[in-house]
């Protein structure tokens, strides 16, 4: 009994991990707007995520966050 107990957590872990990482690789789209806040933001108050995020409605710091490491990543490879 205690092997099918170990079974059941291990799915839930498994499953959710498999739930983390595509919410990780979901790429989030931003209004050109929305983009133009950030940088103006992100330019007064540094990486403050939730700062900004407070400003722009319907999004939280995680996702301001990814968007900026995934902007500033692409624009690196563009200088290479």
Known sequence: MASSENSSSDDYLSTSQAVNRKESEVE????????????????????????????????????????WISRRNSTSAFRK
């Open 28 to 67: 989030i789209e931003f209004s050109e707007d929305e983009e133009s806040l950030i940088i103006r933001m992100y330019k007064l108050v540094g990486d403050r995520w939730s700062l900004i995020a407070g400003r722009i409605p319907g999004r939280n710091a995680d996702q301001i966050k990814k968007y």
